[in-house]
């Protein structure tokens, strides 16, 4: 009913930026809240950067000041603007996203299929 199609990792060097994104399309009404999560070998799934409809937005306090998250409400598209990248970065990320469906007054939560960025020198 709802599919998040990610792109935008691959491999860059310390100090490299990268855009990540992720387009919701199917028998979508409205999206709220849409997330990126990132899960690093070894370590648990956390939230990197949150984005209201309206344009609040949160951040983990280790991307503050290099990632920046926005959205499109036209195109249902969430970006990740990720710049000074760092190893530590290292991680499968994945958005998640707030969708209530046509015909529906409550929302679900869907995940993307995860896109992998790599830090590396």
């Known amino acids: 009913q709802v599919q998040l199609v990610e792109s935008g990792g691959g491999s860059v060097q310390p100090g490299g930026s990268l855009r990540l994104s992720c387009a919701a399309s199917g028998s979508i009404s409205s999206i709220n809240i849409m997330r990126w999560y990132r899960q690093a070998p070894g370590k648990e799934r956390e939230l990197v950067e949150a984005i209201t409809r309206d344009g609040s937005t949160n951040y983990a306090d280790s991307v503050k000041g290099r990632f920046t998250i926005s959205r499109d409400n036209a195109k249902n598209t969430v970006y990740l603007q990720m710049n000074n990248l760092k190893p530590e970065d290292t991680a499968v990320y994945y958005c998640?996203?707030?969708?209530?469906?046509?015909?529906?007054?409550?929302?679900?939560?869907?995940w993307g299929q995860g896109t992998q960025v790599t830090v590396s020198s």
């Open positions: 998640n996203v707030q969708v209530r469906l046509l015909g529906r007054n409550y929302f679900d939560n869907y």
